[in-house]
């Protein structure tokens, strides 16, 4: 009997979509807290060829650029989905519920354009895929729209998962 094949890896998944879900700012948008972007071009590199769809779950929340920076508290974006963490600004401002509409937006952007893998600016607290701020310090786990993309299925790689050696 033949043994099941193992799942992709995000890596490969990436290699054989033809949709792919990105962070707008690694795309080159001035969607930032800071209103800049983190173009990256290893990234539109590995993006070649593909469907791209942008997305910046805190714009799409309605949050300002510029904005004050907000952190994870209480928890990683797992838990801020399940309501046992939240999100703030750095001055102290409740934004759990932009964050949240924001990754259920991303969510449906994916679904909508039929995007099965996304690339994320790792270290948001929207977009983190392996380290994200929880109260103030860096810890391993993901941001908010990444933990909401994870649940559906998505595969994700940060930005930095696509850095050259």
């Known amino acids: 009997m033949p043994t099941p094949a193992s799942p992709p890896t995000p890596l490969e998944s990436l290699r054989q ?4 879900l990105c962070s707008a700012c690694l795309l080159g948008f ?19 060829g ?3 769809v942008p997305v910046c779950p805190e714009v799409a929340g ?32 409740d934004v759990t519920a932009a964050f949240a509409q924001g990754a259920t937006l991303a969510l449906a952007a994916a679904r909508r354009y039929g995007a099965g893998v996304a690339v994320l ?14 109260d103030g310090a860096s810890v391993a786990g993901r941001g908010v729209a990444a933990a909401a993309l994870e649940r559906a299925g998505v595969a ?10």
């Open 17 to 20: 979509a033809r949709v792919v």
């Open 62 to 93: 309605g949050l300002s650029v510029p904005r004050t920076p907000a952190d994870l508290a209480g928890g990683t974006g797992g838990a801020v989905l399940d309501g046992t963490a939240r999100v703030a600004t750095r001055e102290g401002r």
């Open 121 to 134: 600016k790792e270290g948001s607290p929207s977009c983190g895929t392996h380290r994200v701020m929880v």
């Open 30 to 48: 001035d969607c930032r807290y800071d209103a800049l972007d983190k173009r990256a071009p290893h990234v539109l590199e590995a993006l070649a």
């Open 50 to 52: 593909k469907e791209v």
């Open 156 to 165: 994700l790689l940060s930005d930095e998962d696509l850095e050259q050696p």
